[in-house]
């Protein structure tokens, strides 16, 4: 198992600056305000020749459980407890503060193995700080900037011990062994990687919820508060054989109500995250079904091209649930045309009702996502497609279409060859979409229809 490191430390000391640093990549969002970091994010680090899991955890404050900071608290005491190694941040340039003093003490009666960080240690500004981190008693301080990488070297010295007798120590164990000849015995059959699921929707659409219940785990911070959730935060989940890689995302509130740096940040965060998905779950809460915000972020989904689901979320709060089902299947078709026969999987985050319903789906349309269709089989189609209904002619000139192929998968993209594409009709062009969708099982996908001309060969 590799090595486990958790950065904690009060607000506004740099921990997902140095979370970013260690992992590489700008994954964290990082801003001048403090507790922007709520949900504890994971990632693979690496120094040098060290290779390491690593955790971002919110701020370190003293809260009531019950309130939203109490409960930020609880996901990253979860991270410590999980933890190999927890380095325990401060800002050399703000000095020790009485919150520093308080957690230090909490970590020394903690069984961990505690290394203790001075950031913002760049020029004379932060040797004060550096020096008064003496007084925790945590061992001696390593002056570091995250921000400009330096001390990264020192803190390489300081994991590298620590990692080597982590190793030794679990190399020794029976347990260790038994899962290390597992590990190995499941090389052969693991299959290419999971599937990346993006989980998105309006504020408060129980994204979060769903996910906790999906994994059977308090992983993600939760809440009545709109707008918890910030970074998008992936987890793994395995449903049978199926393994999957669930990234829960910041709601999407419509652009003109999104204001303020962070919450651009926390938008792009989750567009990214739909771009890099296989699979797109639109959350839509049940209460309030297919909201303005709800048809502009399903049809996002399937401008980027991914294989795109609805999750009626809340569904326990629904009475008669038959009726409602079938007054929100005609409710999607009509407003969402070009998602027809999108699959709608009621399922509730707080019971569990549906989540099995709900990978099962996931599975089948990332497979309707990776069709690929033989190009005689398609032809044949065509033929009868455009004898059927064939195009209507423009100017008095009929348009002759000569033959199609499938050029990709993921998703399935199709090219038809013709004498004049720009003046094919839209409304033609959606017929041959929408009948490729019912002939070839291809509903809950985007299919995407590319026109071409054909060479003159007298030219």
């Given amino acids: 198992m590799p090595l486990t490191v958790a950065i904690v430390g009060r607000p506004n000391v740099g921990k997902s600056t140095l979370f970013n640093?260690?992992?590489?990549?700008?994954?964290?969002?990082?801003?001048?305000?403090?507790?922007?970091?709520?949900?504890?994010?994971?990632g693979e680090g690496r120094i040098g020749d060290l290779r390491f899991s690593v955790i971002d955890t919110a701020g370190l404050e003293e809260a009531d459980p019950a309130t939203l900071e109490g409960r930020?608290?609880?996901?990253?005491?979860?991270?410590?407890?999980?933890?190999?190694?927890?380095?325990?941040?401060?800002?050399?340039?703000?000095?020790?503060?009485?919150?520093?003093r308080h957690f230090a003490d909490l970590l020394r009666?903690?069984?961990?193995?505690?290394?203790?960080v001075a950031n913002k240690a760049e020029g004379r500004a932060g040797e004060a700080g550096v020096y008064d981190a003496y007084a925790l008693g945590l061992g001696d301080p390593l002056a570091i900037s995250a921000e400009h990488g330096e001390g990264m070297a020192d803190l390489?010295?300081?994991?590298?011990?620590?990692?080597?007798?982590?190793?030794?120590?679990?190399?020794?164990?029976?347990?260790?062994?038994?899962?290390?000849?597992?590990?190995?015995g499941?090389?052969?059959?693991?299959?290419?990687?999971?599937?990346r699921v993006a989980i998105v929707g309006r504020p408060n659409a129980g994204k979060s919820t769903l996910i906790n219940k999906m994994i059977r785990e308090d992983r993600l911070l939760t809440g009545p508060e709109a707008g918890i959730t910030r970074d998008s935060i992936?987890?793994?989940?395995?449903?049978?054989?199926?393994?999957?890689?669930?990234?829960?995302?910041?709601?999407?509130?419509?652009?003109?109500?999104?204001?303020?740096?962070?919450?651009?940040?926390?938008?792009?965060?989750?567009?990214?995250?739909?771009?890099?998905?296989e699979v797109v779950v639109v959350t839509v809460d049940a209460t309030q079904p297919f909201e303005k915000q709800d048809l502009h972020i399903a049809d996002l989904a399937e401008r980027e091209g991914r294989a795109v689901l609805?999750?009626?979320?809340?569904?326990?709060?629904?009475?008669?649930?038959?009726r409602a089902l079938e007054a929100l299947r005609e409710m999607s078709d009509r407003l969402l045309p070009q998602l027809r026969g999108c699959p709608l999987v009621p399922v509730s985050g707080v019971t569990g009702l549906g989540i099995g319903n709900l990978a099962r789906k996931i599975v089948t349309v990332h497979e309707r996502w990776n069709t690929r269709v033989?190009?005689?089989?398609?032809?044949?189609?065509?033929?009868?497609?455009?004898?059927?209904?064939?195009?209507?002619?423009?100017?008095?000139?009929?348009?002759?279409?000569?033959?199609m192929t499938q050029a990709k998968t993921r998703p399935p993209t199709f090219v038809a060859f013709c004498s004049r594409p720009d003046a094919v009709p839209a409304a033609w062009r959606r017929y041959i979409v929408n009948n490729l969708k019912e002939t070839f099982s291809l509903t809950g996908t985007t299919v995407r229809l590319i026109l071409r001309k054909t060479d003159n060969p007298y030219a």
Avoid at 109 to 116: F, G, M, P, T
Avoid at 156 to 184: H, K, N, S, T
Avoid at 380 to 403: D, M, N, Q, S, T
């Fill in 72 to 100: 930020m608290r609880a996901q990253t005491d979860a991270a410590i407890a999980h933890a190999d190694i927890v380095l325990f941040v401060i800002d050399a340039r703000a000095g020790i503060t009485p919150l520093d």
């Fill in 21 to 42: 640093r260690l992992v590489g990549k700008r994954l964290a969002l990082v801003d001048d305000t403090p507790g922007v970091t709520r949900d504890r994010r994971e």
């Fill in 234 to 277: 992936s987890v793994e989940w395995k449903w049978k054989d199926s393994e999957f890689k669930l990234f829960d995302t910041a709601g999407l509130r419509r652009k003109a109500r999104v204001s303020g740096k962070l919450e651009k940040l926390s938008v792009a965060d989750t567009l990214r995250a739909v771009r890099f998905a």
């Fill in 374 to 403: 033989s190009t005689a089989r398609l032809n044949r189609w065509f033929a009868e497609a455009i004898a059927a209904h064939p195009p209507p002619a423009v100017a008095g000139r009929r348009l002759k279409l000569r033959y």
């Fill in 186 to 195: 499941d090389m052969d059959e693991r299959p290419a990687g999971p599937i």
């Fill in 156 to 184: 390489y010295e300081a994991l590298r011990p620590l990692a080597d007798a982590l190793d030794a120590e679990e190399a020794g164990g029976e347990a260790a062994i038994v899962r290390q000849e597992r590990e190995a």
């Fill in 109 to 116: 009666k903690r069984d961990a193995n505690v290394v203790l």
């Fill in 310 to 322: 609805i999750a009626l979320t809340k569904w326990d709060l629904v009475e008669d649930r038959d």
